[in-house]
């Protein structure tokens, strides 16, 4: 079975956000970046022992979702600039942000629109993972 291209907590990175940043920095980095990658967050569903479990699929610096978005309320979560995050057909470009920026983005999305919330007495952070 092939690794993950990048799993948090694992020690590495001190936030899903900055483990978010690394993964679209090394993507980015690719001669060639062709096939879907699906970030998988998990964090605590309706109960407290209990996991919810949200996606969003990424290639070339454009978000594919499910769901979606009001666009300036993401930005404003996200406290990025407007070009940051914008839509192009059903799916959503990432392009002109940083990879800082597009993880802040993701991780609006993913706590905002897909309802990833930290696990109780885990602090402000939750599980990330990214796989092709």
């Given at each position: 079975?092939?690794t993950p ?7 590495e ?6 483990a ?5 920095r ?8 062709s096939?879907?990658?699906?970030f ?12 919810h479990m949200a996606?969003?699929?990424v290639?070339?610096d454009?978000?594919e979702?499910?769901?979606p978005?009001?666009v300036?309320a993401i ?5 990025v ?8 057909g059903a799916?959503y470009?990432?392009?002109?942000a940083?990879?800082?920026e597009?993880?802040?983005?993701m991780?609006?999305v993913?706590?905002?629109v897909l309802g990833i ?10 599980a ?5």
């Open positions: 079975m092939a291209f990048m799993e948090h907590p694992s020690g990175f001190d936030s899903a956000v900055d978010m940043a690394d993964a679209i090394r993507l980015r980095a690719l001669p060639e970046w096939e879907w990658i699906t998988c967050a998990q964090g605590m569903g309706h109960r407290m022992d209990s996991y996606e969003i699929r290639r070339r454009e978000l979702l499910d769901k978005l009001d300036k930005i404003k979560r996200a406290g600039p407007e070009s940051a995050l914008n839509p192009i799916n470009s990432i392009r002109q940083s990879p800082d597009a993880a802040k983005v991780n609006a993913f706590r905002n919330r930290p696990h109780t007495g885990e602090g402000d952070d939750y990330i993972g990214a796989e092709w």
